[in-house]
């Protein structure tokens, strides 16, 4: 057997017994979003840790668990805390969960994340309806013999974010008040950040948020079939559109400041996806 698919088995077979349900919804929190979980009525928790085989993060602030839990009446595992491929994880090992958790049954994925703004419209704190990525930055996570039981050897990425699920996250921001800017997010590897200089490349290449996570786990979902939708929360000014230097605390503490707002956003749109 393919060995990213025998270790895939291997992390189900460890935890299949304990997956109270069917979920329906797969919800990764991104960093300074993990209290999306901690404010819901959790059904089960599984830590990373006590899946056997599965990458462990180490990033300070991230924790590591699936929550179980519904949103209004639908299912869902939420994944508190992600795999960066930074941490020097193989590609195959960031997305992982992502598999892991269609194989649980969830065959919608909702990727939330914090990011840098590109677009000269943003400001820190919007939030931005991923319409389109760039992956070409980071290792495609496809890459290696093709796990013919996922999906396809070269899967259509024409439209990776459902327009469906789209309208439901367009309307409940309308419908709650609260904006919403649509645009490409494009991945690097980080863990620096960006240069001014990489900064305007990706500019010119038609980014509008740029981050460390998301596309090589939208790529692993569309694979599978997944509907896949994101939501990036600029949390500062990309380098040299800020003049400031980035941090790691200005992330978090934007991510802190809307995270009420995130949250409702993302609730809504979770219980209009299951309706
Ligand atoms: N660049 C890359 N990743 C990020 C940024 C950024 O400016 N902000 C939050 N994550």
Known sequence: ??????????????????????????????????????GLVQDAVIEYNEIKGFPVSTVYGHKGRFVFAHVGDVPVVIMQGRVHYYEGYSITDVVLPIRLMWQMG????????????????????????????????????????????????????????????NRCIRAEAGRLGISLEEGIYVQLTGPSYETPAEIRMLKALGADAVGMSTVCEAIAGNHMGMQ????????????????????????????????????????????????
Not at 133 to 153: M, T, V, Y
């Open 1 to 38: 057997m393919n060995p990213v698919y025998q270790k895939l088995e291997m992390c189900y077979q460890s935890i299949r017994e304990r997956i109270p349900y069917k979920p329906e919804v797969a919800l990764v929190l991104g960093s300074g979003l993990g209290a999306f979980a901690d």
């Open 106 to 165: 969830a065959k919608k994925l909702f990727l939330t994340n914090a990011s840098g703004g590109i677009n000269g419209r943003f400001q820190a704190g919007d939030f931005m309806l991923i319409t389109d990525h760039i992956s070409c930055f980071a290792p495609n996570p496809l890459i290696g013999q093709n796990i013919d039981e996922l999906g396809p050897r070269f899967p259509d990425m024409s439209k990776v974010y459902a327009p469906s699920l």
């Open 228 to 275: 896949v939708c994101g939501i990036s929360c600029i949390t500062n000014l990309a380098a040299g559109i800020s003049q400031n230097p980035l941090s790691h605390s200005e992330v978090k503490e934007t991510a802190d400041r809307v995270a009420p707002m995130f949250q409702r956003l993302v609730y809504a749109s979770i219980q209009a996806m299951g309706r």
